[in-house]
């Protein structure tokens, strides 16, 4: 298929639809593939429809591949909310699976894009592709190692706070920090909310670190330097 925008009707079919299914799991997906549901977008860009995606950066990297290829930029697809809506209602199976009969049906805001950035970021597609584009595949790894259908708390603790994640300098500290490489996946103990030094703490120190430094310019390297003793075994 090609890329299309999901158009108001649409919306509201693809929520009823979502809102149908707690009700009744084994409900056929609508086709909202035309007119006024949703329309063309105005650079043909092939969609493919069956592709299955082991994780949240191979989503992204495939959007990626998709628009570069088209030499469109994140700038140029990003407020487009009705992009992504279309292309999580496309692959809904993945990010809705059913198990036993039943549906794993989550919030609105991870299938319906919104352009309050406290919920776009929850996006299934727009969240990768957004954190991908922003900054390449190593640094994104932190945020994008889960299933395209699981958030993790990376997710949550930073890209929910835009003084973070727009910053490719943090990005990159929090990666080197916290991210096993070798292992393709966080540091065991990352993500506990007590281990000294873990991220929610991170984020309390890089809030205190505004008022004394210029953080936001900082190479990450003396990012790390100036961290505590707490997080010397993240190191």
């Known amino acids: 298929m090609h890329l299309r925008i999901m158009l108001q009707e649409g919306v509201q079919k693809f929520a009823q639809y979502i809102n149908d299914l707690k009700i009744n799991p084994s409900l056929q997906r609508p086709d909202l593939n ?23 950066i191979e989503l992204a990297e495939y959007l990626h591949a998709c628009f570069t290829s088209k030499s469109l930029k994140r700038e140029d697809v990003l407020p487009l909310n009705g992009i992504w809506t279309w292309l999580a209602y ?12 039943t549906r794993e049906i989550k919030e609105d805001a991870k299938y319906l894009c919104s352009s309050d950035y406290r919920d776009y970021y929850r996006h299934f597609v727009a969240g990768p592709y957004s954190i991908y584009s922003l900054h390449g595949h190593d640094n994104s790894r932190i945020f994008l190692y889960s299933s395209v259908n699981q958030h993790n708390d990376f997710i949550e603790q930073f890209a929910s706070r835009q003084f973070i994640i727009s910053h490719r300098n943090i990005v990159e500290a929090i990666s080197r920090l916290y991210f096993d490489y070798q292992k393709g996946q966080p540091k065991t103990g990352a993500q506990s909310r007590t281990r000294p030094g873990n991220i929610r703490r991170f984020v309390s120190v890089i809030q205190q670190f505004e008022l004394t430094y210029d953080i936001y310019t900082m190479d990450p390297a003396r990012i790390l330097e100036l961290l505590p003793d707490e997080f010397n075994h993240w190191k």
Do not use: C, L
């Open 34 to 56: 035309s007119e006024p549901s949703s329309e063309k977008f105005s650079t043909e860009i092939p969609v493919d429809e069956t592709k299955v995606f082991n994780s949240k």
């Open 90 to 101: 496309i692959w809904f199976d993945q990010f809705a699976p059913s198990r036993a009969g």
